[in-house]
């Protein structure tokens, strides 16, 4: 079974531009969750999709956002890019939300703002 | 607000060694999960080992094993027989069983080397 897969894998804008992340979960997951990995701030929860429903969503500007597909795929934007958005975007899949479905990492995609 | 704490930013172990990886957390919950996370150089990040809260019995898998101290909020992984390949970035963290929030709270992580 493929694992999680995210695309681009690196990516660069500028400052200003907005961008999109595209997750695709493990075949048969139905819950998405997105975080945010850089070295000041560690691994932070961005939000979580199920059955594309926004169920929880993390300490972020509006800026940030996302969405998921009736196929569980999800996207996230962010919007007027800051350097500070500079990082390591992570999503993970698990079968649902439940706190017994273990959550499988994909690859990230590393954002770079210039 | 629940916060996980890893004291040790980097370890090092000689090859087929023991080192154990400290973590302690921050929670006014009863149920939770606590998890081992590897981070390999570029690559996509892998659960080592997980403990549920209510279970006494110290999770192990394989060389992988924890200490779960709930009285104290510790949980710490031990690695034993370090091979090359457990060099990585290991985030310890936690997941509150009730409510609707299933998300991940990590660590800061700590990377560990290990020596030929």
């Known amino acids: 079974k493929a694992g999680v897969t995210q695309t681009p894998r690196y990516l660069i804008k500028t400052r200003g531009q907005q961008v999109t992340l595209s997750c695709s979960p493990i075949s048969g997951h139905r819950s998405v969750s997105w975080y945010q990995q850089t070295p000041g701030q560690g691994l932070q929860f961005l939000f979580e999709?199920?059955?594309?429903?926004?169920?929880n969503k993390g300490n972020f500007p509006g800026r940030f956002s996302g969405r998921q597909f009736s196929n569980s795929r999800s996207e996230m934007n962010v919007s007027t890019l800051e350097l500070g958005d500079s990082a390591l975007y992570l999503c993970?899949?698990?079968?649902?939300?439940?706190?017994?479905?273990?959550?499988?990492f994909g690859p990230g995609t590393r954002l770079t703002v210039l | 607000a629940q916060t996980v704490t890893q004291s040790q930013p980097e370890m090092s172990v000689q090859e087929a060694e023991t080192v154990t990886l400290s973590c302690t957390y921050d929670?006014?919950?009863?149920?939770?999960?606590l998890f081992w996370y590897k981070q390999p150089p570029s690559r996509q990040m892998i659960l080592v080992i997980r403990q549920e809260a209510y279970k006494q019995q110290n999770a192990t898998e394989n060389r992988f094993s924890v200490n779960f101290q709930k009285a104290a909020k510790s949980f710490s992984l031990k690695i034993s027989d370090s091979q090359l390949g457990d060099a990585a970035m290991y985030f310890c963290?936690?997941?509150?069983?009730?409510?609707?929030?299933?998300?991940?709270?990590f660590g800061k992580g700590t990377l560990l080397t290990v020596n030929p």
């Open positions: 999709y199920f059955s594309e429903t926004q169920r």
């Open positions: 993970a899949s698990s079968l649902a939300p439940g706190i017994t479905y273990e959550q499988f």
């Open positions: 963290a936690y997941r509150k069983s009730g409510g609707s929030n299933y998300k991940l709270t």
């Open positions: 929670t006014s919950e009863s149920d939770y999960y």
